[in-house]
């Protein structure tokens, strides 16, 4: 009898200890634009940008096992969601970070809060995520539209760009940043003239550039990104669209698009971003690390954004032991202030929006550019509560349930 009980004793003991020892283990799914024109400002460089958070993390000391792994969306809804399906169901990922291309983060973020994982969101622009489409899995991390038209569209009104004619990719993220941005272009005094819509991944925007001439506005806004920014600015020039008279309103500019305009052509646009690689000493210790992985390159905000969400998210598992339950690790995220050496200081309020400043850059001159990616001057700060939206403006069910 003695000996059964001792035996039960010593299975209990080990059946615990192996349930321990899954419960330590993390898998993180980079869901992202692998080989289209997102794939610079995200794809493998958000994968890397995963890994140095894991490595800096001080968990793989600590027993836990946590692997990373990658996905190309191709910017399909549909094959983007057949990828998160089969990571949540067959290869047990927790965690999906980056995910560029608002079309494809809503359905992710959907999918996710069924299956009660995480969703970590830096690629993806569309303010819906963290208003009318915010999940208690999900947080949305980097920037948004909101902040982007808070911080450029303002700035251009301010400055005399008074009329506005859009120029926008047609998906929810176009959409979402032609939304904002003409909002915020009333709001401060100024008027939408016109718009027009092209598909993502155009390869000719002859057409849509005569008719943003034609309208004679003041400014011409891209709500655009990637391929489709950089495509459209060359073609603007080639077209005299600056020479006339009008701006070019870049609303959503990364580094990598910058440098495959080069500054000649890119020189004094004004654009919002979320981080700098060549900011302060910590970002551009990070950009070294990241530049050793990736040669050639400096890490886009999206990138960034990926290292401070996952560590981030690896503090909380670190605090609660477990992963397992994808709404409680984001509750105990949302708990923790947070604190990293790319963002600084930050919090997360109960809508899933991640806080710190954005910032308002300007494209420098040739002649002003000391090398290689050496390519923002900082025009001006927008504190971390001024950045993105009132809590309370974005309806948000979070929200109002809390209330």
């Known amino acids: 009898m003695k000996k059964t009980i001792a035996f039960a004793a010593l299975a209990a003991t080990l059946l615990s200890g192996t349930a321990f020892a899954q419960e330590k283990t993390i898998k993180i799914g980079n869901l992202s634009d692998q080989s289209g024109l997102y794939a610079d400002a995200t794809g493998g460089g958000s994968t890397i940008a995963a890994k140095l958070a894991v490595e800096d993390s001080g968990l793989?000391?600590?027993?836990?096992?946590?692997?990373?792994?990658?996905?190309?969306?191709?910017?399909?809804?549909?094959?983007?969601?057949?990828?998160?399906?089969?990571?949540?169901?067959?290869?047990?990922?927790?965690?999906i970070v980056d995910t560029p291309n608002s079309g494809v983060a809503l359905a992710v973020?959907?999918?996710?809060?069924?299956?009660?994982?995480?969703?970590?969101?830096?690629?993806?622009a569309t303010s819906d995520?963290?208003?009318?489409?915010?999940?208690?899995?999900?947080?949305?991390?980097?920037?948004d539209t909101y902040a982007l038209a808070n911080g450029t569209g303002k700035a251009i009104v301010k400055n005399g760009g008074d009329s506005w004619f859009f120029l926008t990719a047609d998906y929810a993220f176009g959409?979402?940043?032609?939304?904002?941005?003409?909002?915020?272009?009333?709001?401060?005094?100024?008027?939408?003239?016109?718009?027009v819509r092209h598909p993502i991944n155009s390869p000719d925007f002859s057409s849509y550039l005569l008719q943003a001439q034609a309208s004679k506005a003041k400014v011409v806004g891209l709500a655009n990104a990637g391929g489709d920014t950089t495509n459209s600015i060359k073609q603007a020039a080639e077209f005299g669209i600056t020479a006339g008279g009008q701006k070019l309103a870049a609303l959503l500019l990364f580094i990598t698009d910058v440098h495959a305009l080069g500054l000649s052509v890119a020189q004094g646009l004004t654009f919002t971003e979320a981080f700098y690689w060549d900011m302060n000493d910590g970002t551009r210790a990070f950009a070294d690390r990241f530049s050793k992985q990736k040669p050639g390159f400096k890490p886009t905000m999206v990138q960034a954004g990926v290292y401070s969400a996952v560590r981030h998210y690896l503090k909380a598992a670190d605090a609660l032991g477990s992963v397992s339950d994808g709404a409680k690790v984001v509750a105990k995220m949302k708990e923790m202030p947070t604190d990293d050496a790319l963002f600084g200081q930050g919090s997360i309020r109960a809508d899933g929006r991640k806080l710190h400043p954005v910032y308002l850059f300007e494209v420098k001159k040739p002649s002003e550019s000391k090398g290689a990616w050496d390519y923002y001057k900082l025009m001006g700060t927008i504190p971390a509560d001024q950045a993105f939206r009132p809590m309370d403006k974005g309806d948000c069910p979070l929200v109002s349930a809390a209330k």
């Open 175 to 195: 959409h979402a940043l032609e939304r904002d941005t003409g909002a915020v272009v009333e709001a401060n005094g100024g008027k939408v003239v016109g718009k």
């Open 109 to 124: 973020s959907t999918l996710t809060k069924e299956k009660n994982k995480v969703f970590l969101n830096s690629g993806a």
């Open 129 to 143: 995520l963290s208003g009318k489409a915010c999940s208690p899995n999900t947080i949305h991390w980097t920037y």
């Open 60 to 95: 793989l000391a600590k027993g836990w096992k946590i692997e990373v792994v990658a996905g190309d969306h191709q910017n399909k809804a549909d094959i983007g969601t057949n990828i998160a399906r089969q990571w949540y169901d067959v290869d047990k990922v927790d965690l």
